[in-house]
């Protein structure tokens, strides 16, 4: 579940860094398009959270954890091939939506595993996992030089997208929660 954590705050998330660039070079538009962009993940987030919560406590979460991490990786690795504004948009909110629930059932799972005494230390190294993304903006930045935007954001996303296939491949214990 760290590394699940972890991951995408290396590989998947610093793509939210260069959205200013995929709204002015690959959509021709400027700022108001790059606030729909990321206000798309964030309304799809939120309608996965309420869905979530609808569900209300839901069996088998670590299958579910790792199908939605692996939906979100393919939509945003399909955004960096998307030049259609409109599309990108509907894009960004199905992947929030994914997000969300990803995001929630890792962190439910985290913490419902740790030790009460442990809780402290097991949260302090969860958000480290967090704080992995300026690491991780200077890969993409770099893979983004040398590759262009969407080669360069597409090969992180994919880096990403192997990890957690190998966390749903190789973990047991995440697949049995």
């Known amino acids: 579940l760290l590394i699940a954590n972890g991951l995408p705050s290396i590989f998947e998330y610093p793509?939210?860094?260069?959205?200013?660039?995929?709204?002015?070079?690959?959509?021709?538009?400027?700022?108001?398009?790059?606030?729909?962009?990321?206000?798309?993940?964030a309304v799809g987030s939120i309608l996965g959270l309420m869905?979530?919560?609808?569900?209300?406590?839901?069996?088998?979460?670590?299958?579910?954890?790792?199908?939605?991490?692996?939906?979100?990786?393919?939509?945003?690795?399909?955004?960096?091939?998307?030049?259609i504004f409109?599309?990108?948009?509907?894009?960004?909110?199905?992947?929030?939506?994914?997000?969300?629930?990803?995001?929630?059932?890792n962190n439910t799972l985290f913490q419902s595993n740790l030790r009460p005494e442990?809780?402290?230390?097991?949260?302090?190294?969860?958000?480290?996992?967090?704080?992995?993304?300026?690491l991780g903006a200077l890969s993409m930045g770099f893979l983004v030089t040398h590759f262009g935007i969407q080669n360069g954001v597409a090969i992180s996303q994919f880096i990403c997208l192997c990890g957690i296939a190998a966390i749903a491949i190789f973990g047991k214990s995440v697949r049995r929660s």
Request: charged share 10%; hydrophobic share 55%.
């Open 86 to 105: 409109y599309v990108a948009l509907a894009t960004l909110a199905t992947a929030g939506l994914f997000h969300g629930l990803a995001t929630t059932l």
């Open 118 to 134: 442990m809780r402290g230390r097991g949260m302090a190294a969860f958000q480290m996992g967090s704080g992995l993304m300026p």
């Open 15 to 41: 793509y939210i860094n260069f959205m200013p660039i995929f709204a002015e070079e690959i959509f021709g538009r400027g700022a108001e398009a790059y606030g729909l962009l990321v206000s798309m993940l």
């Open 51 to 83: 869905g979530l919560a609808w569900m209300g406590d839901i069996r088998r979460k670590g299958p579910i954890l790792l199908a939605a991490f692996l939906i979100y990786l393919v939509l945003v690795l399909t955004f960096t091939r998307i030049d």
